[in-house]
């Protein structure tokens, strides 16, 4: 049953064609930009703590709730029959804190109509005596969205306004979107996959505030196979595109884990950190606080082990990027962030490339790759080794793209960025080959190195268990000396070359396993038949001279 709603006033949403066409075309196409830009909208309110209640598990109700300064009937009004204005401009006695403004009010509630076309708004503006309740009616998008290029100018949907008693405890707004059960975005949120984070009981805030984001990234990292995000179910799905993108903190300890970049590169990453604690803004999405999920190096696949690479901190790289000053036109542009290498895939892939934020807020569905473009004929392994970060800070607002999925590339200011960037990224890349090439020697130094322990160990059993019981050893090579004095019968050298797998000392009882001994089963053959060979011939020189040779043979062919 419908819920009666007594207005006093109530007017049309007229759009122009070209922010539909935006809206509909995907202006909210990746899996939690709806929500988003009703979060970015409780930021420019000034609000210190944003909740979400997505209604689980029906989702039929979401609710978005703030403790900011409000709105009233006046800019109501005004934001719907003036959609995408700024309020910063026509109002700028509301925007007094140090929080730049990422949002446009009408924009905004506009990307309700992908949740729901049933929009209840109740806000309790500052300063002032009564709180305000408006209810949009957006059903017509759902009814014309398909036909809206035919049109100059289209109804989005109603406004009811009414005023409503205020207590003093009223503050903030919340925007109730209804009937989510019908809509596209119920679709997302409601499917089925992975399930990792350990959310708290009853929806209520987490006792510890950011451990269960942590824990979330850690279990997305180390799970097998859980290459891309949308592998999660639908409400992990939105709570990480929410995270990445929103202005909020980073994790506890990111996004780089100890131990890794030099006190520059640190500098900088600090730097990034207080601006991020400076905005004062936090996210609850059903009781987890939203933490910027960026962990970095990730979790290192089980096939390389943490020890197979002692000089770890040395091979991921951490650079600073910065770019200042004027692009075609005069107009300023200044940007700051990292560029981060690690000897591994990045895992989710999502966070792989150079993501670029503008005041705070991240542009696109994922990491921006465009960054990487001027990259041609590079090794693509590396493209999936490297992230970061670009945060500008001066200039773009006009190259944005009105559907924050990217920046208009042909904009003077972006192409100024684009340049500038791509050639920190270039000698980033150069750098990163060094440390890539440098890794996966050091990686093969320690496969060898263990490969020749299981090699020694083996070739000890097999001694053991004939009963020879010869003292077995590891050696790195053969020593010309070794070769010089076989005899096959007081010293064999199997194959008598420098790259010899065992040196067996009948005088000394000492079997010499080589690195070269890399597949053990050679070694414990050529340690078998020596023994054999000794046991039952009267004199087993010539036939383990012809042995050694044969082996010799058998080896290059293998080879």
């Known amino acids: 049953m419908t819920e009666a709603f007594q207005a006093e006033d109530k007017f049309d949403i007229n759009v122009a064609l070209k922010v539909v066409r935006h809206i509909s075309s995907g202006i909210y196409r990746d899996r939690a930009g709806s929500l988003r830009e009703l979060v970015s909208n409780c930021f420019d309110a000034s609000a210190t703590d944003v909740f979400i209640d997505t209604g689980f598990p029906r989702y039929d109700r979401i609710v978005i709730r703030d403790n900011g300064f409000g709105i009233n009937e006046r800019l109501i009004r005004k934001a719907f029959t003036q959609v995408g204005l700024s309020l910063k401009v026509t109002d700028p006695d509301l925007y007094r804190s140090n929080r730049p403004i990422i949002g446009k009010f009408g924009i905004g509630f506009l990307a309700a109509a992908h949740i729901s076309h049933d929009v209840w708004i109740r806000s309790y503006p500052k300063g002032e005596d009564y709180g305000v309740e408006a209810k949009l009616d957006l059903e017509p998008y759902f009814l014309y969205k398909d036909s809206v ?278 000698a980033f890349f150069a750098n990163a080959k060094n440390a890539y090439a440098r890794s996966r020697r050091t990686r093969a130094a320690a496969q060898l190195e263990a490969s020749h322990a299981v090699a020694v160990e083996e070739v000890r059993k097999l001694s053991s268990r004939i009963g020879q019981n010869y003292a077995v050893k590891g050696v790195p090579s053969v020593r010309p000396s070794d070769l010089e004095h076989v005899d096959f019968k007081e010293k064999s050298v199997y194959p008598a070359t420098e790259k010899a797998l065992v040196v067996v000392d009948h005088s000394e009882k000492t079997v010499a396993v080589t690195s070269a001994a890399s597949e053990d089963k050679w070694a414990r053959i050529a340690v078998y038949v020596d023994y054999l060979l000794g046991k039952y011939l009267e004199d087993p020189e010539p036939a383990r001279r012809e042995f050694a040779r044969e082996l010799r043979r058998i080896l290059e062919s293998v080879d």
Request: net charge neutral; glycine share 10%; with cysteine.
């Open 149 to 426: 290029e035919t049109f100059d100018q289209f109804k989005y949907g109603t406004v009811q306004l009414r005023k409503i008693e205020r207590s003093r405890d009223d503050v903030g707004t919340s925007v109730e979107l209804r009937g989510v059960r019908i809509g596209h975005f119920y679709r997302i949120i409601s499917g089925k996959g992975l399930n990792l984070v350990r959310w708290p009981a009853g929806g209520r805030r987490e006792q510890r505030p950011g451990e269960a984001m942590r824990a979330f990234v850690e279990a997305i990292q180390s799970t097998p196979n859980l290459l891309y995000v949308d592998r999660l179910s639908g409400r992990e799905q939105v709570l990480w595109h929410l995270a990445m993108s929103c202005p909020v903190e980073y994790l506890d300890g990111g996004p780089l884990r100890p131990g890794y970049g030099d006190e520059e590169a640190l500098k900088l990453v600090s730097e990034l950190q207080r601006y991020n604690e400076g905005f004062d803004f936090r996210i609850w999405y059903d009781g987890v606080q939203l933490r910027k999920p960026i962990l970095l190096p990730t979790t290192q696949p089980p096939s390389r082990g943490g020890a197979e690479d002692p000089d770890l901190p040395e091979s991921v790289l951490v650079r600073p990027i910065s770019v200042a000053g004027e692009a075609r036109g005069k107009k300023r542009v200044e940007a700051k962030g990292y560029l981060f290498y690690q000897p591994w895939r990045i895992v989710p892939a999502e966070t792989r490339g150079l993501y670029p934020r503008l005041a705070g807020v991240g542009i696109g569905n994922t990491f921006e790759n465009r960054f990487l473009s001027y990259l041609t004929g590079e090794n693509p392994v590396l493209r999936v080794q490297i992230s970061g970060e670009l945060y500008v800070l001066k200039g773009l607002d006009d190259a944005l793209n009105l559907d924050r999925s990217g920046f208009m590339e042909l904009d003077p200011e972006y192409v100024y960025l684009a340049e500038q960037s791509g050639a920190e990224v270039r």
